[in-house]
């Protein structure tokens, strides 16, 4: 079987997690790496595959089969056009996007070419948000009433060094809570509302640094949500499952869903119950752990783009999808700097 052939644009942090995922990928052959970074030229040679300065080069030299781009948020757009254009499927890091027209833009050549773009929200490969998923729709927390989440930490500060990472493109709702906003609304449902405020000043940056969101779900659940990138804490995603090895685990839960029923812990998943037939605070709650593994969620993601590009599999998440996520992510500065309720 032949393999897919892929290239990668952008090698910085998030471009080497996908490249140990391609090397873990059977199905999958590296071909080229796009880098602006002379240096990458090393990384590309000790994997057989070429690299070139810009995309267009690539794209003028090679016929990848898909390409999966890594680039700051501000400059998604272009490769993705290209590739596109050149007759590519496309893998685009989170978000798609930094600005709804730029979304659409990618909607609509993605209708053009006949080809798939999928949008790196990798959280949807793993078994324990599938699972989450599967308790809240099957009915066993009943009704889903609230949710509350946190993520919280301090970055460090050699993190800001690169002048992009100050700016509000790459600061912490476009970054990180935009994962929480497409967990959410692929655990829980639709958003139709956002109220937030965004708040900074503990660094000279531009860009916002906490974020306190109140969100309406299309069922009738109301969620909170509490991020920020200046406070040292043990509830992150990330710290709760020890996804990347550089941010040492916690296992500290960050979530709760609460049902008319039940009520759930998760990433951790820990199920909340009262005995006897009324499930009131009357009668005695018990936990019940649900052991979940954590697969590689990037090996998961590269095995399935290259599923999508054989047509053996429908895409987990589309560019339509992931633009109604930026959507809601975006309501959160509207609805802070306009300190009103934004509808979507």
Known sequence: MAKTKLALVGAGTIGKRHLLAIDDVDEAEL?????????????????????YSTTEAMLE???PNGVIVCTPTDLHLAPVLSSLGA?????????ITATMDEARKIIDASTTASRQVLVGHHRRYYGNI???????????LGELVGISGIWAVRKADSYFEPEWRKLREAGP?????????????????????ISAR??????????????AVLIEFEGGALGTFLLSDAAPSPWTWEQATGENPIYPRTSENVYRFVGSEASLDFPNLVLWRHAGATPDWRHLITSQAIEMGLEDAYVAQCRHFCAVISGTELPRITAPDAARTLEATLA?????????????
């Open 31 to 51: 071909v080229a790496i796009v880098d602006t970074n002379p240096l990458v030229e090393e990384i590309a040679s000790a994997r057989n595959a070429r690299f």
């Open 61 to 63: 030299d090679q016929h």
């Open 198 to 211: 965004t708040r900074r000043g503990l660094r000279d940056h531009p860009k916002e640094e906490t974020a």
């Open 130 to 140: 599938l699972k989450t998923r599967d308790l809240i729709r099957d009915g066993t």
């Open 87 to 95: 007759g590519a499927h496309v893998l685009v890091e989170k978000p």
């Open 173 to 193: 709702v476009l970054i990180n809570l935009v994962h929480e906003i497409d967990t959410l609304r692929f655990v829980c449902g639709e958003i139709v509302s």
């Open 332 to 344: 959160v500065f509207e609805a802070s700097e306009k300190r009103a309720e934004v509808r979507l």
